[in-house]
């Protein structure tokens, strides 16, 4: 089992719609819980971050993580094209180790 | 711009040769972290550094890698006789404080490294 999981996609929504991204972690221990953006040939932009057990909403975006079931979800309201790009999610284990899921493409159709 | 600085952003070795890829953290920040990307993969931590210590390397190869972070200037990331296998972005993040507590990582722009 890979220590971050996420479905590589790629996920097509269309404009306007909620976009659903998941992400599953084996280590108990972790928690520290952050989703980022890296569009084509660029580097990772931080989107959100989360280390509590619930909700946490900014702007379009709200991450949602329950530890109890060592998952973590990003939902995009209102998709935009410009939101076309891959998600990586990552996790501070309790080793204090930084791992990256190989992320998940989205395609948010005009 | 306080962002995180790479440089060089694209570098070009022949076989046996090496490469040095510099990062600058944000200001006020710390600790580095250097990670490689290959292409449509994701990123795979290297090493993990604070002023003049290396915290963890166990994401980097035990071989031809080193990593520094000396008490004045930047990190560097030196990669000896350098192979095909390591054309890949390199990319440097930053965080205020130790990975762990809480504190995000901001990344650089990167550095593409092409080995023919």
């Known amino acids: 089992q890979k220590e971050v999981e996420q479905n590589s996609g790629p996920l097509s929504v269309p404009e306007g719609a909620i976009a659903s991204l998941n992400c599953t972690y084996s280590?108990?221990?972790?928690?520290?819980f952050f989703w980022y953006r890296q569009y084509s040939g660029k580097s990772p932009e931080l989107i959100m971050s989360?280390?509590?057990?619930g909700d946490k909403e900014d702007g379009r975006f709200t991450a949602q993580l329950n530890k109890a079931s060592q998952y973590v979800s990003l939902l995009i309201r209102d998709s935009q094209p410009s939101d076309s790009a891959t998600y990586l999610c990552a996790v501070i284990t309790g080793g204090f180790k930084t791992i990256f899921g190989a992320g998940t493409r989205l395609f948010v159709k005009a | 711009n306080a962002g995180v600085m790479q440089n060089p952003r694209h570098l070009v070795r022949r076989r046996g040769q090496e490469a040095r890829l510099r990062c600058s953290p944000m200001k006020g920040h710390s600790h580095v972290y250097w990670y490689r990307q290959l292409p449509e993969e994701g990123l795979k931590f290297m090493v993990y550094l604070q002023k003049e210590n290396i915290i963890d390397e166990s994401g980097m190869p035990k071989e031809r890698f080193s990593a520094e972070f000396p008490k004045e200037g930047p990190s560097i990331l030196r990669i000896q006789q350098v192979v095909r296998g390591d054309s890949a972005a390199y990319f440097c993040?930053?965080?205020?404080?130790?990975?762990?507590?809480?504190?995000?990582?901001?990344f650089g722009p990167g550095t593409r490294l092409t080995v023919l």
């Open positions: 280590d108990r221990g972790s928690q520290s």
């Open positions: 993040a930053s965080s205020i404080s130790m990975a762990g507590s809480y504190n995000e990582q901001f």
């Open positions: 989360i280390y509590s057990n």
